[in-house]
């Protein structure tokens, strides 16, 4: 049974695209929302039609400018409350200060927990998301959250292409058990990369294990900053004997050097979701090519207003 409420659909600044095509997925018309900043920088927005009683869902992902995007969500979230509307899924593709979700040196603070309590304290009724960093972080809410997989996605643009003789790469330890999920999808082995972290985004790859010889190589990560674990792996497994090599990422935060390491690295192809808008160079690069999350979110948004199983798309 669907939600007794109508469905209303907005977007903050940072994903207009992706909710352009979430909206085409649902043949629905995309609400009215303006997001303007005052002269100071301080972020103005307004919510421009009736949502009082209705079921609405606000699209905005927490990528660069981080803070920016966060606050206009948290915005957009307490605008909608206090407009009356029935229910509020905050929905971000993707997830800011993910990666700070434990207190792994002295004094320091597990920022996605905090992040979680302003979603919550601003009025979301519940959360949707997109590959979390890390999949406990659905534990530092108090309200439901629906936690999506990019691993569909891809494993639908692979069938596609008809692409064969893969074996799925973890680019590190942490991420053994999504890789060994999507390579369960796909029939496919799985080796790991064993690498050293001196420090913060920075990685030497130490060892590869299992067997890349022969093979064509996919390094499957939930996202990918400034790009040095992902050239550094591919170049390991290339050594190792790979015939091909190639990466896909849910989120392309691409930071600093990223694009320029890509394009020069022996990285045949990457894969991104568009759940962070490319910025200029990085579109223009010859190695990136973007599959869009649209139908997937879309497809999450229709289930949870009509009350159906979500977790059901993965099975």
Known sequence: MAYSSEMKIFSGSASAALTAGICTHLACKQGDATVRAFSDGEVNVQIGEN???????????????????????????????RASADRVTAVLPYFGYARQDRKDRPRVPISAKLVANLLTAAGADRILTVDLHCGQIQGFFDIPVDHLSGDIVFETHMAERQIDNVVVVSPDTGSVTRARGFADRLMAPLAIVDKRR????????????????????????????????????????KDQGAIDVMACATHPVLSGLAVKQ?????????????????????????????????SLIGEAIRRIHDEESVSSLFV
């Open 51 to 81: 949502v009082r009683g209705r079921d609405v869902f606000l699209v905005n992902s927490t990528s660069s400018p981080v803070n920016d995007n966060l606050l206009e969500l948290l915005l957009l979230i307490d605008a909608a409350k």
């Open 262 to 294: 890509i394009d020069a690295s022996v990285l045949t192809e990457v894969w991104l979701g568009d759940t962070v808008p490319l910025r200029e160079e990085a579109a223009a690069s010859p190695k990136l090519k973007v599959l869009s999350f649209a």
């Open 198 to 237: 001196p420090r913060a985004n920075e990685s030497e790859v130490m060892n590869i294990i299992g067997d890349v010889q022969g093979r064509r190589a996919l390094i499957f990560d939930d996202m990918i900053d400034t790009g040095g674990t992902l050239v550094k792996a591919a170049q390991a497994i």
